[in-house]
């Protein structure tokens, strides 16, 4: 790809960003592939009339967004990024697989039993026509308010109903949201380190997501004042309440700051709380600081059971035709019937329930995951479905990763979770709540300590 040309013309700014950004578009449409070798800078700085510092700067720029990799004495070269869908093809199918690499909540014996009881009452009933015809495109008043009721008693969002919006899962939220606050090539923020269906979301939205330091309780207030002046964000997305792939808690002040820092440059926070039911001690959602300034959403899915695909939005005003079209022009509506159900088990009282034993069975994994890893266990929080262990010298967590598979256990590594530049850390997150059973979660663990003082060892690890 050492012909390549870019039209800088038309992108404003510094001209070093410029070509940056023309290495962004690029790649974003497929005309630039991982693995393609760039112009030296001598080349394009001819081609486009500028200084060799110029593209010098440029290249840096674009190595420092992940964009690119230089090899010493060969050039510059497209970086490999890991799918955003990296971690949601099948799993083979061998026996005595433990799949630690999807975040999903342990089963749940009480919830088929009220399934099965929800069904049983229904089956009785002898006025389910409403549940067969075209609904609101917000979903029922009373499954509205049901869900109100949920997100005030288990989230700690104290949510209007006549302001909710029900979606087919967290993941439509996200996507309603974000289409109600961004366009195509408009910048759209994150931590560092974030949950992959958002840059599914942002790269099918055509959406620049550019990623921000983080420490050990989130993104830094700092960074997020800064993009906001030189980025022009439309938004930043943020998992405040056991984050993935972290699993940290964002305390009271962190929240307040972010929070201002929106408010002050008037950049939305899209608020994902898709955890908060785990951690009823963790700070009320942002969106209780901030109610005009963030979009808040959550789902059902890691609470009650993903099949029921109800989720719930909760946006300032002015945002609200824009969800309504979003939501119009994919799903139209959620499932008259699964809204039907959820809102028997909220107002039952048996879906509280069920969130109490999620809390508990997921204590229990936690304990063993401490009990097996020691420290290396991490710092996510004990409430978390999953832990971020950091790996010691020299592996790599791609090669950790590869190891642990070979050995019938599937995590996934840093670079899955990485927006912009490579991570520097070195580390894997491992979901606890996949496996189908405590002992699962145990034997996988176990693989995974013995292989940790093995590196020496393992043929993947990269010679570096």
Not at 96 to 122: F, H, I
Not at 333 to 359: C, F, H, K, Q, Y
Request: glycine share 8%.
């Amino acid at each position: 790809m050492s012909e390549w040309h870019p039209d800088i013309a038309t992108i404003p700014g510094p001209r070093y960003r410029a070509i940056a950004e023309a290495i962004a578009q690029d790649i974003q449409a497929g005309r630039l592939s991982a693995g393609d070798r760039l112009p030296t800078h001598r080349d394009l700085a001819y081609r486009l009339g500028v200084t060799v510092g110029t593209v010098t700067r440029a290249y840096a720029e674009a190595q420092r967004l992940g964009l690119l990799v230089g090899e010493v004495g060969r050039g510059s070269f497209i970086a490999q990024r890991a799918p955003a869908d990296a971690l949601y093809h099948a799993p083979p199918e061998r026996d005595g697989v433990v799949d630690m690499s999807l975040n999903y909540p342990p089963a749940e014996p009480l919830a088929e039993t009220a399934l099965r009881d929800s069904l049983e009452t229904l089956a009785r009933r002898n006025d389910l026509a409403h549940l067969l015809p075209y609904g609101k495109f917000d979903g029922p008043q009373e499954v509205r308010q049901a869900v109100a009721a949920w997100l005030g008693r288990q989230h700690r969002f104290p949510a209007e109903a006549d302001r909710l919006v029900l979606t087919t899962g967290g993941q439509h939220a996200i996507s309603a949201a974000i289409a109600a606050v961004a366009e195509p090539g408009d910048v759209v923020l994150c931590g560092a380190l974030t949950w992959t269906g958002i840059r599914a979301i942002a790269e099918m939205m055509r959406l620049q997501l550019r990623g921000l330091a983080m420490d050990g309780e989130g993104v830094l207030p700092e960074a997020f004042d800064v993009a906001c002046r030189t980025l022009s964000p439309r938004a930043l997305y943020l998992i405040p309440t056991l984050q993935n792939p972290t699993g940290t808690i964002m305390g009271e002040g962190r929240r307040a700051a972010l929070a201002h820092i929106a408010e002050r440059y008037g950049v939305p926070i899209v608020e994902d709380d898709i955890y908060g039911f785990l951690a009823p001690d963790a700070p009320a959602p942002i969106a209780t600081r901030a109610p005009e300034q963030v979009l808040y959403l959550t789902s059902l899915s890691k609470s009650l059971a993903p099949g029921l695909r109800i989720g719930c939005l909760a946006a300032p005003r002015r945002f609200q035709p824009r969800i309504m079209a979003a939501v119009r022009a994919t799903t139209w509506m959620v499932p008259p019937l699964m809204g039907e159900i959820a809102a028997d088990w909220i107002n039952s009282g048996v879906a509280d329930s069920i969130a109490v034993n999620r809390r508990q069975e997921t204590a229990r994994r936690q304990a063993i995951a401490r009990a097996v890893l020691g420290p290396l266990a991490g710092s996510a929080s004990p409430q978390a479905y999953h832990l971020w262990m950091k790996l010691p010298a020299p592996w790599r967590a791609t090669d950790f990763v590869a190891e642990a598979r070979q050995r019938g256990v599937l995590i996934a590594p840093t670079d899955v979770f990485a927006v912009g530049r490579r991570h520097e850390e070195e580390a894997v997150r491992i979901c606890l709540g996949s496996p189908a059973s405590a002992e699962a979660v145990r034997q996988g663990l176990n693989v995974l300590r013995e292989l940790i003082p093995q590196a020496a060892d393992t043929r993947y690890l990269a010679v570096v």
